[in-house]
């Protein structure tokens, strides 16, 4: 009997420890992807000033981005605040930010000379290499969330999971129409 209950609190004491690693995984990733976010935030007003030392743009659209760029840096998640909601909220902060950062590429188009400057090719360089960034980091939070979710779920670690109080979390999913592709006019 008392083997039995030896094996019992080895297999628990595993289990949450296994449990608790893959939490710590599913917030080092959120933290990564927060890390990718705030390198786009950054990123976003050296582009604006580049752009407007160049020429004589249009400016609501760069008060547009400087809108949004204000609107996800007052959306913060910490990584002990990583939920379904708090995700949500990033993700339209988020998505703010790069469509309008999209509509400022898209209306360069319109000033040849600006597109030629090395402070903007530059600049767009890194926007590009950061949404990359965003995506690997997307995908890397996905998958420890997938991971943490099949330890949390399996039989018998789903036991040990909710005696400890460990819940199933929700990985990032695109937005409604995002498998349709965007129609590109020049």
Avoid: C, H
């Amino acid at each position: 009997m008392i083997a039995i209950l030896v094996i019992v609190a080895i297999y628990t004491g595993t289990t949450y420890n296994r449990l608790v690693k893959q939490d710590e995984n599913v917030k080092l990733t959120w933290g990564n992807l927060q890390n990718a976010y705030q390198r786009r935030l950054d990123l976003t007003p050296n582009l604006v000033s580049a752009v407007k030392g160049s020429s004589d743009f249009e400016k609501q659209t760069l008060q547009q981005v400087a809108e949004a760029r204000s609107k996800a840096l007052q959306v913060s998640v910490t990584a002990t605040g990583v939920s379904a909601e708090n995700y949500k909220k990033q993700e339209q902060a988020q998505a703010e930010v790069a469509n309008s950062v999209n509509r400022v590429i898209g209306v360069i188009e319109k000033y040849p000379d600006l597109k030629t400057t090395k402070n903007f090719l530059y600049l767009q360089s890194q926007l590009e290499g950061t949404e990359r960034r965003i995506k690997v980091s997307r995908n890397d939070f996905n998958g420890a969330v997938a991971s943490y979710n099949m330890l949390e779920r399996r039989f018998p670690s789903s036991v040990v999971a909710g005696l400890f109080g460990f819940k199933p979390k929700e990985g990032f999913t695109s937005e409604p129409g995002a498998e349709t592709a965007p129609e590109v006019k020049f």
